[in-house]
């Protein structure tokens, strides 16, 4: 079954239950998250992985609303706000561009790359559930979220020579805010730090923001609509108090592709090389709920 048709009979279910509807039932849930990004990593020419993903922590709290259709069977809509994210880390041969929107210089070499990625969702999954037996639930649906918040902290460190033949070594922290930053955006301290290139003192960021290597705008990096599917199932401690488990698997590419450019190498002309590729996300949630 295609994304497309899943999404159709879930809203189709929950449009025609309306006329058999029970009474509502209301309630709230909050927990932690372990998320990850799910892609393509880039290779080095000897097909070496350059580039990893790790698990990141996050936390979630909504509402939900609830409609039984029968004592066994019913529907569930949510409204929730969801850390997601992931641990990006890069390790091996690379690029760094100094002065992107002026006279730009180019350098190539090595590049270590620590970047913890927090994307804040505003999450509306509708899922039908099942209770076999009175205290167990369930559930599966689908999901749409809506990018509300999308940030990444960490730092890089460059080790290689300028195109004249000049060395070239650097650390500097990296700072996202993938909604707002500007292109070639940065900041920095006095004394500014610089290295000697053509025995002149070229200036670098004490901090990069998400665009501070491009001379034009190239947008946000995580695209503001996904899709996904949902899975899991609660553990009824009484009528009302309920311990769950779910996965939450994105369907739909997080990543635009003019912002998802190779940490590897430019083309022949020092332009960006972007990858067309497809990022989604992987969420496993905890939660601990109440239904009025």
């Keep these: 079954m295609t994304c497309k048709n899943l999404f159709l009979l879930i809203f189709i279910l929950g449009a025609a239950c309306t006329t058999q509807a029970q009474d509502l039932k209301f309630g709230v849930r909050a927990g932690m998250n372990m998320n990850i990004l799910k892609g393509p990593m880039e290779t080095d020419d000897d097909g ?16 939900t609303v609830t409609m039984p259709l029968t004592e066994l069977m019913g529907v569930r809509g949510e409204f929730v706000f969801t850390q997601r994210g992931t641990d990006r880390f890069y390790d091996g041969p690379s690029y760094y561009i100094f002065q992107p929107d002026s006279d730009p210089i180019y350098a190539t070499g090595n590049s270590k790359v620590n970047l913890s990625v927090t994307n804040s969702y505003l999450n509306l999954p509708l899922t039908g559930y099942v209770r076999p037996v009175e205290w167990l639930e369930i559930f599966a649906g689908g999901n749409i ?3 509300i918040s999308s940030t990444a902290f ?21 700072d996202y805010r993938y909604f707002i930053d500007d292109p070639a955006q940065a900041t920095y301290i006095s004394p500014v730090n610089t290295v000697t290139i053509g025995g002149e003192k070229i200036p670098y960021p004490h901090v990069g923001r998400a665009q501070y290597m491009f001379a034009q705008d190239r947008g946000s990096l995580y695209r503001v609509i996904e899709l996904g599917g949902v899975a899991g199932l609660s553990v009824y401690l009484n009528k009302g108090l309920y311990l769950s488990a779910r996965a939450n698997i994105g369907f739909t590419d997080l990543t635009k592709t003019k912002a998802d450019v190779s940490w590897l190498k430019l083309d022949n002309n020092n332009d960006f090389i972007t990858r067309n590729d497809k990022d989604t996300n992987l969420s496993l949630q905890a939660s601990i709920g109440f239904h009025f």
């Design 48 to 63: 070496n992985e350059v580039e990893s993903y790790d698990w990141t922590s996050g936390f979630h709290v909504g509402f």
């Design 145 to 147: 979220g809506f990018l």
């Design 154 to 174: 960490g730092d890089i460190t460059f080790d290689g020579k300028a195109t004249n033949g000049a060395p070239v070594s650097l650390r500097h922290e990296l």
